[in-house]
Every structure is written in structure tokens, then in C-alpha cells.
């Protein structure tokens, strides 16, 4: 029958509802050509030839039948035109094969079908206007000289002669042949093939150049595993020898350093005792620096606790509502004399470099002075002498008098609980 797959391939297949008793309705001309040419091929070499062949269980059906004179041997000749895939062509051989029968594979399509080398298998050629048909792929002869399969174009009725007598027998191709070169209308093509119809010849040439190839490819490995032991040898000797070179050099090299090391040792002896007495006194010196060091150390210490002693006795003398009575008060002159805001602490801090007086800060952050330094601290005239100091009252200005400022201001503030300071 005909039929087309999706997207418009047509192809031939098997009615698959045909009668058992009407076997050639209903089939593609193709497929009954290829048929009935197989047909005369069995026939006219001499064997018993029927279509459409089927298993008593229904398990194969072939073709053409094709049985010897005898009765002995069968053979299946199966026209496939239509597509399938490779595992169902082998299930089919398969069940053949259990059946005691032989089976070639005939297409008569253009290209070569993909099962071609998975099934013994060929691909038949039409005839073109008075020619004949030819099996032209699947049947090859192994070429020594080569190193190859090459593929023989056979006319069909020889092809079925062989097979049927057994000349040309399915083989499978060794992986390492499976490459095949064939120019077909002036086109070197590469075919990959892993089995062929070929002779007992052919196949015993391909077991035996294998057998060549693989002692060939023994020796090659045996002198490559020669050729780099000799050279691993070779290189272990260079090796030993570089090694007894770089002993001998690094030898040399410390008796060369043994040598510079006792020059080195004596011009230092010479040196240190030359050196020993500048030594000495530098020794002295350093240790007297240090003495220095601890002493002025302790002095500052000492320094910086009467300094804190007098400050805690200096702002004492304030009770919390004057301390702020007098933040109060400079900032009111800050503002009306410069135009300045400042930014007043809110507790009472003191600072020894500003003779730990607070100090006073703009809201821009820059200083601006320092409220009451206590008269028993010294300032550095680097800190004060750009800075306005402020005191609340007359009487505290007569106490700081050693102090450089930029301006002192003296607040009229009332003494309240001031205490007398004497």
C-alpha cells in the first residue's frame, strides 16, 4: 500500500488489515517489484522461491521465501520500504534467527538506510532504461594492500546466487576498518560501516590484518616503552651526574664562604676592639639618657598631679550655680562683643594644656577660649596666646597674672559663695 508521514514523505508498507489469501493486494509497485525481482533471482539459481511466507505462530512473515533443493536451508528476502527503526529491524532478525533462517535486508531507496550495517542488509539499485538491477551497498571485499573495506557493486541475481550458496555471508566489521572511502559521480564520500555481505575471504583478510596491525601496533608500543626507558635512563644519568656536579660546585661555594666568614670574623675582632672604649661611653651615655628619661618622666607625672590637685581645689571654690552663672556670662559677651555663638559644655571638663581652665568652643567647632585656667597651672603661651581668657571678678584676675592671651576678660561676677582666697 502507499502511504505519507507527516509532512508529505511518502513511503510503501504492508496492508496492515491484507488477507491472508490475498497477499500482493494492495502493496506499492515498488515493493512488489523488489519482490518479484528477488524472486526470479532465487529461482534462477536454482532454489525453491514463494511469496509472502508466513511463521505458523504469526511471529515472522517474509517476503520472499527462498528454500534449497533439499529442503534444508532457508532464507528470507525481506523488501523494506518502508521507515523503521533499528531496534525493530534486529527484533525481527532476531525472531528469524530463532526460526533457524537466514535473512537479508533489501532496500531500494536512494539513500542508504541507517540500519544498513546494523541487520544483514543491502541496498539495491533500480535499473535505469535498459540496465539491471545491482546491490550497491552492503557488499564489500577487504582490501589488504589498504588496510580497508572496499564496496563492490554486485548485480543482483549474483548477489542472491552468493548468498544463497553461501559465498557472502553477513560480517561484522572490526571497529578500527569502520571508515570506508567510496567516490560516487566524482565525490570522495566516507561511509561508516559496521558490517558487510562479504566473502570467508574477506573476512579472514580483515582477522588477519588485525592480527598484523595489533603486532605491528605491539612492536611500535614495545620500542616506544624501549625508546623512553633509554631515554628515562639516560636522563637518571644526566641526573646523577648534574647532581654530583652541583655537590662538587656547592662544596667550592662553602669553602669559598668558610673562608670569607673567618675574614669577615677577624675584621669584626679588630673592629670591636677598636670600637670597645666609643662603645662603652656610648653605653654610658645612653644609660644616663635614660636616667634622664625616667627622671623627667616622674617629674611630669608628679607635674600633672599637683596640677589636677589644684584644679579640683581651684574649681571648688564654685558651687554648680556660679559654674553655670559663668558659662552663662561669657557666652552673652561672646555674643555681643564678636557676634559669636558658643557651644557650652554641659558639665564642668577642664583640660590640662589650657592650665585646666574649660575650654571654649564655637559652634563651628574652633576654639575661642578658656573660662578660669587655675592660676597654680602653667599654660603654654602656644595655647593660650591666641585665646580670650575669661575670669568672673577682678580678684580673679589679679591671681593669673603670668598668663599670655590674646585678651583677658574680666566678668562682673558677685562672689557669693566664693571663699576668700588669700
Known sequence: MSAVLRGATRFFAHHGKRPDDCPLENESFEHHMTKQVLLGAIRDAGWHAELEVSAPDKSWRADVMATSPDGSQRMAGEAQ?????????????????????????????????????????????????????????????????????????????VFVRWALEGQVEPVVSLRRYHRVKRRV??????????????????????????????????RKRVAEEARLAAEAEAEQVRLEEAAREEARRLEKLEETDRRARELADARHARWLEERAEPVARGNRELAEAEERRLREEAEEAERVLRAEEASRAWWSLLSGAQVRELFEAVAAWARQEHNVQL?????????????????????????????????????????????????????????????????????DLPEHEQLFLG
Open 343 to 411: 557651644r557650652l559644655p554641659d558639665e564642668l571638663y577642664t583640660e590640662l594644656r589650657y592650665g585646666h581652665g574649660v575650654p571654649l568652643f564655637r559652634v563651628d567647632g574652633h576654639a575661642y577660649g578658656v573660662a578660669r585656667p587655675c592660676p597654680d597651672v602653667l599654660v603654654p603661651s602656644k595655647r593660650s596666646g591666641q585665646l580670650t581668657v575669661f575670669v568672673r571678678n577682678s580678684a580673679e584676675a589679679k591671681l593669673p597674672a603670668d598668663v599670655k592671651c590674646k585678651e583677658l576678660v574680666v566678668l
Open 81 to 157: 520500504l518502508s521507515p523503521i527503526t533499528v531496534p525493530d529491524i534486529q527484533a525481527r532478525t532476531d525472531r528469524y534467527a530463532e526460526a533457524g533462517i537466514r535473512v537479508c535486508w533489501v532496500s531500494p531507496h536512494e539513500k542508504s538506510p541507517k540500519w544498513i550495517d546494523e541487520v544483514p542488509a543491502v541496498r539495491a539499485q533500480p535499473p535505469e532504461a535498459g540496465g539491471a538491477w545491482a546491490m550497491d551497498d552492503g557488499v564489500a571485499a577487504f582490501d589488504w594492500s589498504f588496510g580497508a573495506w572496499g564496496v563492490r557493486p554486485t548485480p543482483l541475481p
Open 185 to 218: 559521480g566524482g565525490r570522495l564520500w566516507v561511509l561508516r560501516r559496521g558490517m558487510w555481505w562479504t566473502s570467508a575471504k574477506s573476512a579472514r583478510l580483515q582477522a588477519e590484518h588485525d592480527v598484523m596491525r595489533r603486532r605491528q601496533e605491539e
